[in-house]
T-cell receptor, first 112, second 113 residues
Framework: KNEVEQSPQNLTAQEGEFITINCSYSVGISALHWLQQHPGGGIVSLFM???GKKKHGRLIATINIQEKHSSLHITASHPRDSAVYICAVSGFAGGGADGLTFGKGTHLIIQP | GAGVSQSPRYKVAKRGQDVALRCDPI?????LFWYQQALGQGPEFLTYFQNEAQLDKSGLPSDRFFAERPEGSVSTLKIQRTQQEDSAVYLCASSLDPGYGYTFGSGTRLTVV
């Protein structure tokens, strides 16, 4: 079983701040996903990573395969970024036929 | 359709009642997954279909839970004799191929009273 740990669990920041959310996992994977979940809403896939770094707008995701660690960064944060950010991994033995194993999520609040 | 559609969005059931939750995946998506998300927790895997074949049901918590995808498109998750611990958001995700990522539905929030 893959243990997926996220930190912090809760984060409150001021508008404009640079945000970092971390994710670590215990077993080698084929891909790591960063997902966004708004209250009462569904899950939106932000990134799927297997190596290196990806950028989309103000969001940047990095992964270090050797260290089994990934980070999600938000630059120039805005109140609309407030959501739960979930790290999930796939592609390992026991992962439910390429299903995802999820972390518990990081609850981010950006205050104006 | 353009996305994964789940219905109903909200369901309140009396304990002991049977419920059926529907997932309509993106057309052509071969893989379909069901997840259960308890309040304040990350989603947990329930079951996986490849077309109409249920290849993994190891996450189903009890024999009261049953899922089907008879024609390889729409899937139904059925919970018999609901219990309070079944209260959760049930998420459906589909994928053309997991190597290309997943698209999630908005979920069904089930409350058992």
């Amino acid at each position: 079983k893959n243990e997926v740990e996220q930190s912090p669990q809760n984060l409150t920041a001021q508008e404009g701040e640079f945000i970092t959310i971390n994710c670590s996992y215990s077993v080698g994977i084929s891909a790591l996903h960063w997902l966004q979940q708004h209250p009462g809403g569904g899950i939106v896939s932000l990134f799927m990573l297997s190596s290196g770094k990806k950028k989309h707008g103000r969001l940047i995701a990095t992964i270090n395969i050797q260290e089994k660690h990934s980070s999600l960064h938000i630059t120039a944060s805005h109140p609309r970024d407030s959501a739960v950010y979930i790290c999930a991994v796939s592609g390992f033995a026991g992962g439910g036929a390429d299903g995802l194993t999820f972390g518990k999520g990081t609850h981010l609040i950006i205050q104006p | 359709g353009a996305g994964v559609s789940q219905s109903p969005r909200y369901k309140v059931a009396k304990r002991g009642q049977d419920v059926a939750l529907r997932c309509d995946p993106i057309s052509g998506h071969v893989s379909l997954f069901w997840y259960q998300q308890a309040l304040g927790q990350g989603p947990e895997f329930l079951t996986y279909f490849q077309n109409e074949a249920q290849l993994d049901k190891s996450g189903l918590p009890s024999d009261r839970f049953f899922a089907e995808r008879p024609e390889g498109s729409v899937s139904t998750l059925k919970i018999q004799r609901t219990q309070q611990e079944d209260s959760a958001v049930y998420l459906c995700a589909s994928s053309l191929d997991p190597g290309y990522g997943y698209t999630f539905g908005s979920g069904t929030r089930l409350t058992v009273v």
